[in-house]
């Protein structure tokens, strides 16, 4: 079975930098514990942070996040222009699972040389993508790297931003209550999450070229760049009706949703879950990936899940954005997260995390 530390992902050694990182960062906040422009920690995890900000009435959020090794795709392919999507869903999206609205990004683009077509490229789906999300973009930088950064193709860059959102109505999970529903939007692509995976176990199986190669009549770079849906418009809609909020990304379901069930000291069962696209389920079957790793690792058809006692409301403002949406479980008693495999080795059976 492959995992995901075999394709070079050192999650231990991570979370020790992060702590270091973490620790340096903890000892700054008291520059800014009194007063306007108060920050606090809404929500720390290793290096991760959410911060609000607080300005009389108004409390403001701050958070950041990249695409990550996603780029890749984008470069083997050499089509940048969703790469937009990928930065504000992981932005965009991580500000509403706390009940923030999303206002304004900057964003930072460091890259190895210029390529006037690919930042063309970047900068029109970063218009639309923008669009999509609500939000306006105020600043970004470009920097060229030279051999700091590397890649395929003639272009390599990282992209990373920082979103500014405004609280609209703090959404922690701690109110939920046993038989909650669990709505689930669908997610068609992989996100921006467990792309190291997706790289080691295409390489091994079609080679260096592998973007190139065809399955059931598609190039496997483009079921790979299959850009996230962006949820935020939806989710800010719902607002109101939502209790708990898990944005399905690093960590998959058992992570997120139960991040979000913990804070009630409640479990989840997802019984009625959607299928992984089909380049999830090629890459587990050619990569030999477990169920449970790959519910660990991707988020298996699923961009976001909303607890609420009115799902009908959820489902009838994901509809109204072309979300598809529907029940998949329900909050339940205990601290375990079931899921129900739709993954190729037990589908069907039920998995407990």
Not at 220 to 239: C, E, H, N, R
Request: hydrophobic share 40%.
């Amino acid at each position: 079975m492959t995992t995901y530390k075999q394709a070079g992902v050192n999650i231990k050694l991570g979370d020790i930098c992060s702590r270091i990182m973490s620790e340096a960062a903890d000892r700054t906040f008291k520059n800014r514990q009194a007063g306007t422009g108060r920050v606090k920690i809404l929500e720390k995890k290793g290096l991760h942070r959410v911060i609000t900000v607080s300005f009389g009435k108004f409390v403001l959020m701050l958070n950041s996040d990249g695409i990550g090794t996603k780029v890749e795709f984008a470069e083997r392919m050499k089509k940048h222009d969703t790469m937009a999507y990928d930065l504000f869903a992981m932005l965009c999206d991580d500000s509403v699972r706390y009940g923030a609205e999303p206002v304004a990004v900057s964003n930072i683009l460091d890259v190895r040389s210029l390529n006037r077509e690919a930042v063309k490229q970047l900068a029109e789906g970063m218009v639309k993508a923008a669009r999509t999300a609500g939000v306006a973009v105020l600043s970004g930088e470009i920097a060229e790297l030279g051999k700091r950064v590397s890649g395929y193709g003639s272009m390599n860059y990282n992209w990373g931003g920082t979103v500014l959102s405004v609280m609209k109505r703090e959404v922690s999970g701690e109110n939920l209550k046993n038989g909650d529903a669990i709505v689930g939007f669908r997610e068609q692509g992989f996100r921006s999450n467990g792309i190291s995976l997706v790289r080691k176990i295409m390489e091994k199986e079609y080679g260096p070229e592998w973007h190139l190669k065809k399955e059931a009549g598609k190039r496997l770079g483009d079921m790979a760049l299959v850009p996230s849906t962006i949820y935020s418009k939806a989710v800010m809609q719902i607002i109101d009706y939502a209790k708990g909020i898990a944005h399905i990304t690093g960590g998959g379901i058992p992570g997120k949703l139960g991040r979000v069930t913990a804070a009630a000291g409640l479990g989840a069962e997802i019984s009625d879950p959607f299928e992984p696209c089909p380049m999830m389920s090629l890459c587990q079957e050619k990569g030999n990936v477990s169920d449970v790793e790959a519910y660990r690792t991707w988020n298996m058809g699923h961009g976001m899940l909303i607890v609420t006692d009115k799902p009908e409301k959820v489902m009838a403002a994901a509809a109204a954005y072309r979300i598809k949406a529907k029940i998949t479980g329900l909050i339940t008693r205990g601290n375990k997260i079931k899921i129900r495999s739709r993954g190729i080795f037990s589908s069907g059976e039920t998995i407990l995390f």
